[in-house]
T-cell receptor, first 114, second 114 residues
């Protein structure tokens, strides 16, 4: 079983829709949870970062973490064509505070149609 | 502030050859991490360098190596290339490589092995 599972999609939605992206993980030691967005031919860029269970909101984006279920989600409200990209979840362990590595999901390809 | 730069952007090699990829981190960032991205495996952590020392290593064979210079610039080397090494190689820099530091990714080097 992979440490992080993410539905690769592709996911196609009309403009204005609410998008839900999800990841599950198996390692309960993961403590930091991130969502990255990757446009075609670009490197990933950090969208959201959360540490604890619960919700975190930033504009149209909401990140949700449920550590008891080992499940994280990213919600995009009022989706726009410019949101079309691959969305990657990522997680890291707390290992002494000075070194770590990110474990990524495979990414979900999202297309928002005008 | 300039972002993470990677050179070259595209590379074509044949099996058995070796290749060196370069990464210049954001000014002031001392940690550089390398990742391999393929459609089948997604983003996988290769290694992390901090103050010219390899501090973290992923599960890749010894053909994959790297180094970091005193100005934090980093190089990654792959020897005896195999077809399966075809991938997008991404480097990411962060201030200190702590779990709470944001990693900023470069655009990647697309390596094709024929």
């Amino acid at each position: 079983q992979k440490e992080v599972e993410q539905d690769p999609g592709p996911l196609s939605v009309p403009e204005g829709a609410i998008v839900s992206l999800n990841c599950t993980y198996s390692n309960s030691a993961f403590q930091y949870f991130m969502w990255y967005r990757q446009y075609s031919r670009k490197g990933p860029e950090l969208l959201m970062y959360t540490y604890s269970s619960g919700n975190k909101e930033d504009g149209r984006f909401t990140a949700q973490v449920d550590k008891s279920s080992k499940y994280i989600s990213l919600f995009i409200r009022d989706s726009q064509p410019s949101d079309s990209a691959t969305y990657l979840c990522a997680m890291s362990l707390f290992s002494g505070g000075s070194n770590y590595k990110l474990t990524f999901g495979k990414g979900t390809l999202l297309t928002v149609n005008p | 502030k300039a972002g993470v730069t990677q050179t070259p952007r595209y590379l074509i090699k044949t099996r058995g050859q070796q290749v060196t990829l370069s990464c210049s981190p954001i000014s002031g960032h001392r940690s550089v991490s390398w990742y391999q991205q393929t459609p089948g495996q997604g983003l996988q952590f290769l290694f992390e360098y901090f103050s010219e020392t390899q501090r973290n290593k992923g599960n890749f064979p010894g053909r994959f190596s790297g180094r970091q210079f005193s100005n934090s610039r980093s190089e990654m080397n792959v020897s005896t290339l195999e077809l399966g090494d075809s991938a997008l190689y991404l480097c990411a820099s962060s201030l200190e490589g702590r779990a709470t530091d944001t990693q900023y990714f470069g655009p990647g080097t697309r390596l094709t092995v024929l």
